[in-house]
């Protein structure tokens, strides 16, 4: 990136040069070429502007709240606090020979640092769940959520107060200064135990680059739904439907579908009659069946988070696998087949958090594991992959217990 | 640091105009009063030159292997070989009230980086628990050892070529080249999915500060053995004998000794007898007790590696509780009493991967600990904690196996 900037300067320099010796008649030509290309290039201009609506959409749509997600976010936080308190749980136990009793407890972590953009809820999400963990945390909203995040603390300090609890137990940062970002990543001179970036894949690569504290990342979820040869076509519809369009814009929404080139023909028009609405973009093979925009390399990448889904076609399993392990996230991924072996194979050699068979990506939630409730779904493979409730965020200690054992030799 | 070096050069280049201008005369009484205060702080320098002489000592054991240690290392290997596998283990399985049936199955974590100094056995150590956990190893042993781990991770690639297992399943970095290192911390392009520092302060340190990519730190054990007003005296005594002098080297040996200032006069002779050949530092109280050195501020923060035990008198648990959570480094505690209610609290309150009732702080071992082998002691409180053995560098993956299931709303 700096490499492409500092091209960028130098290229704008030697044209500098022969744009002040070109004579303005040249100049007025540019400037009414200009506005004809724009004229001529319409359909691809009002394309990618549908993108950066679509994208916005997205955002607003993970930035507002109404009643309904209000009380929905009230609700989750009551559930927490109805959760089995993880802290002091005896995870193992067991006596060795010597007659030592070994203990494994769940502890606390400490004190998490959460650094998330527009959903407002995460505010709440994180208190209750830090709280339920026993770890203090430290938000920090993005700029966009800033006057909603900060209405929420308000709310959940009064609870704390209410409780008798410090209120140093849930901290924000009152402002959108970005510098809060950088102390954070340094970890508050030691105070910082775990940071936790949720959003954008940019945060959370500046979270990887610049931390100087453990994170529990929370990548973009390029999820696959993988139609083999022997799924039912009802079920498969439904599910990629599902997975799809349920809402667009969560972690677990299916982005690209791979189906098997020799059920393509019978299952794609009926899947494709299913995600009405939606838009789709295919290799040749799947444009050949059902008619579609044609995916480019880069859609293979893409987390749309919008009602977009690439569509690609392979010739088995195989080539499912590879495609999921060259352009996944290690998120989540489903296959639809009614052969079992088909299935345990997927589920066995894809090295994703969340694994499905005959079932929605969109179960990809703590909720629906019945964690209570999360704050993420984290995509790598320390300490917490998948949903991120309350016992995720709990490390433990060994508690050993004797009569007077020392250890010979 | 650097501010400190820089501060050095400052006032070198200040005295350097003062010396070019200094009369021989002067410069030779310097030299001579140089030599007659050599003379005077003798026993200062012999004392510190003893820690220096003691330091490389332990240095010196750490390295040495003889027939009985290699034999050791090599029934260690086997006893991995015979270890259950975990990978694929099923850790948990749970229904859903939606039909999904959720199992969370082991898998390696991928490529460790193994980053250690002078012990020679943490290269078979690793290999073997990194080959039964399912994950790729580098290796980078401290130029100290080289010699050593090149000629034991020979052995382990013959073994690898024997089994028809690749030579990238365990590697080692040829050369004592320190930019080896640099290049390990950042994660050579993606490779490293985790690095595991194991030797001395400034390594860990070192690898804290620089790696990009996630690690298990193994820091320094300064671990205490607190003797409480109800101890029994001859487990007190046993327990604390053991506990520093069993084998001074290794990160779970005691290096301060708690001791309850009101049952102080009645123990600390017998423990003092029976740790016969330690040298004791201990505060006033102790030393109105038992004669031995003063302690200094340092020594409460000293992991010596040798017969020195540093002891310190308390007024009671609460004493020792925040002591320990002063300068220990959370890596093992012990409490000898015989009060359950105050080896309750201690095991309850004290936050250090382990706490022993009763029992010699040397048993913090993954061997004793039931887990077969390890490779070494983790302190910090993510992903792993206390002993690392093949199932501490596992990750885990979720597998949801539904009939069609989709999520409603």
Redesign the interface.
């Known amino acids: 990136m700096r490499a492409h900037m500092e091209e960028m300067g130098r290229e704008a320099r030697r044209a500098a040069i022969v744009l002040r010796e070109a004579p303005a008649a040249q100049r007025s030509a540019a400037i009414r070429a200009a506005a004809k290309h724009v004229r001529a290039r319409r359909d691809e201009i009002l394309a990618a502007n549908g993108e950066d609506v679509a994208a916005a959409t997205a955002m607003v749509d993970r930035l507002m709240l109404d009643e309904g997600r209000l009380e929905a976010m009230a609700a989750g936080v009551e559930a927490v606090a109805s959760l089995p308190d993880p802290v002091?749980e005896e995870i193992a136990r067991?006596q060795?020979p010597n007659g030592?009793d070994?203990a494994r407890i769940r502890?606390p972590?400490?004190v998490i640092g959460m650094i998330y953009e527009s959903r407002p809820n995460v505010t709440a999400d994180a208190a209750a769940i830090c709280l339920r963990s026993g770890n203090a945390v430290i938000l920090r909203a993005g700029s966009e959520a800033l006057r909603s995040a900060l209405a929420i603390h308000a709310a959940i300090a009064a609870g704390l107060a209410e409780a008798g609890l410090p209120a140093g137990c849930v901290q924000i940062v009152a402002s959108a200064d970005r510098e809060a970002v950088g102390l954070m990543l340094e970890g508050l001179d030691g105070a910082i135990?775990?940071l936790i970036p949720r959003g954008g894949k940019s945060l959370v690569e500046l979270v990887a680059?610049d931390a100087?504290v453990?994170m529990l990342g929370h990548l973009e979820g390029v999820c696959h739904t993988y139609v083999h040869r022997s799924a039912?076509p009802d079920?498969a519809a439904?599910?990629v439907?599902?997975?799809k369009l349920?809402r667009v814009t969560v972690c677990g929404a299916t982005e690209t579908l791979l189906i098997d080139a020799e059920a393509a023909p019978a299952l794609l028009p009926r899947i494709a009659e299913a995600l009405a609405g939606c838009e789709l973009r295919g290799d040749a093979a799947a444009r050949a069946i059902v008619p579609m925009k044609a995916a480019r390399e880069s859609d293979w990448h893409e987390e749309y988070l919008a009602p977009i889904l690439a569509i690609r076609t392979v010739a088995g399993l195989d080539e499912a696998v590879s495609h999921i392990a060259r352009y996944g996230t290690g998120h989540t991924e489903a296959i639809v087949a009614e052969d079992r072996e088909a299935?345990e194979q997927f589920?066995?050699r894809v090295?994703?958090?969340?694994?499905?068979?005959?079932?929605?990506t969109?179960?990809a939630?703590g909720g629906?594991?019945?964690f209570g409730a999360e704050i993420g779904i984290a995509t790598?493979?320390?300490?917490a992959?998948?949903p991120v409730g309350p016992e995720q965020l709990t490390?433990?200690?060994?508690?050993?217990?004797?009569?007077?054992?020392?250890?010979p030799?």
């Not at 490390?395 to 250890?407: A, P, T």
């Open positions: 002091g067991w060795r030592l070994i502890t972590i400490g135990d775990l680059r100087r453990p039912d079920m439904a599910i439907a599902n997975a349920r299935a589920l066995g090295d994703s958090a969340i694994l499905l068979w005959n079932a929605s969109q179960f939630d629906e594991f019945g790598g493979k320390l300490h992959r998948g490390s433990f200690k060994y508690v050993v217990r004797g009569e007077g054992q020392v250890r030799g």
